[in-house]
């Protein structure tokens, strides 16, 4: 075989790359650390989460292109700086940004033919008119769950300290049956209701239970090996991790680590780690769970609701979404991405006390985000 011989500038830059193995592969290195958005200490910013009041442990991790660019721990694994610290590897609860990977999965069987988003719930799940389950089924969509805008009440708060009782839907949907609705059809109210039924749905049209679609769909394709759905208590938090704690009707605080799965499933059960959640972001952002016209429909802000804010954290440089969040009694947790899939950055907190101190959390949150990516402010 004759090797053809270049000449001129490409001449020379074979020459030279011949010469130099190591060259081409020391610029393409070069060239993407300069890619790379400039943070500052993770750490440094996680002890500041940490140093809020109510906050037991905080731990962060940032990704872009996949790989780990930063991260931190700060606080304890136990209450009064007890266990060490958490690994900034652990799984976490990462509540409802479950709901963002149940509508993904609900979104795939559209896009495979197999519901449509004008589907009714009464036609999706008979059982729910038959028992009387929810009201104006006839009337609710697959997109009005999706979006929250069915009207449908909401089913919890279950007993925070209740890590035994094994709820099944059908329960969980006769508490909310017994409620007030709070809005008219169409009009945007947040219920974990209308997640709890797209959890349904799911296993009604696969024949698969919940925990296993989320593996086959999701967990092994994106090579997510942390994550899992746990659905039946007392299944709690494997491997080292913090422990949340909730401040019973005395103020007394206790441990909640094992919230019951029972009552969280596609509304906010999900466990995963900073690196796995962020792998789910930039798969869902860059368009590798779904096409654009279908993410539309999970993402886009539903009638009512304002649009995004534009640009990010630091006037769009890096240009951050809006962190999708997760809290439940004794956490908070918010992955932030890049609208190009890019960048991630996913926080995870642990919290002694209530609303009060589970809220001060998220605003710690969020303000450590400009802590590590708004170096210069």
Request: proline share 8%.
């Amino acid at each position: 075989m004759t090797v053809p011989r270049l000449t001129g500038l490409a001449g020379a830059v074979l020459a030279l790359a011949t010469a130099l193995p190591g060259t081409a592969t020391a610029a393409s290195a070069a060239a993407e650390s300069a890619a790379r958005p400039r943070i500052a200490d993770v750490q440094k910013a996680l002890e500041a989460v940490a140093a809020t009041p109510g906050v037991v442990g905080a731990i962060g991790e940032v990704y872009y292109d996949g790989k780990r660019i930063g991260k931190g721990s700060a606080g304890s694994r136990l209450l009064g700086g007890k266990g060490g610290r958490i690994p900034s590897g652990a799984r976490y609860r990462i509540g409802s940004q479950t709901k963002q990977m149940t509508a993904t999965i609900v979104m795939q069987l559209v896009r495979e033919g197999r519901l449509s988003l004008d589907d009714t719930l009464g036609e999706m799940l008979p059982q729910v008119v038959e028992k009387d389950l929810v009201e104006r089924a006839s009337e609710i969509t697959l997109r009005h769950l999706i979006t929250l805008t069915s009207g449908i009440p909401e089913y919890l708060p279950a007993a925070p300290f209740d890590f035994t009782t094994h709820y099944t839907p059908t329960r969980l949907l006769e508490i909310s049956r017994t409620r007030q609705r709070p809005v008219e059809v169409g009009t945007f109210n947040y219920s974990n209701t209308n997640y709890l039924l797209l959890g349904m749905i799911i296993e009604k049209v696969t024949g698969r239970d919940l925990a296993a679609e989320f593996d086959r769909r999701l967990f092994d394709p994106l090579k997510m090996t942390d994550s899992y759905l746990p659905t039946k208590p007392p299944q709690g938090i494997k491997g080292p991790h913090g422990h949340g704690y909730w401040a019973d009707e005395t103020g007394r605080l206790r441990d909640v680590d094992r919230l019951n799965a029972s009552t969280l499933l596609g509304a906010g059960g999900v466990i995963s780690t900073a690196r796995d959640v962020s792998r789910f972001q930039q798969a869902f952002q860059q368009g590798r769970l779904l096409p654009a016209d279908l993410r539309k429909v999970i993402t886009d802000p539903p009638p009512g609701q304002p649009p995004l804010p534009p640009g990010g954290p630091c006037g769009g440089n890096p240009e951050l979404l809006p962190g999708r969040a997760g809290a439940a009694p004794g956490f908070s947790a918010t992955t932030y991405t890049s609208s190009d899939g890019r960048l991630q950055y996913a926080v995870s907190t642990t919290v002694a006390g209530r609303e009060k101190e589970r809220e001060a959390a998220t605003r710690a949150i969020s303000q450590s985000v400009k802590a590590i990516f708004c170096p210069s402010s």
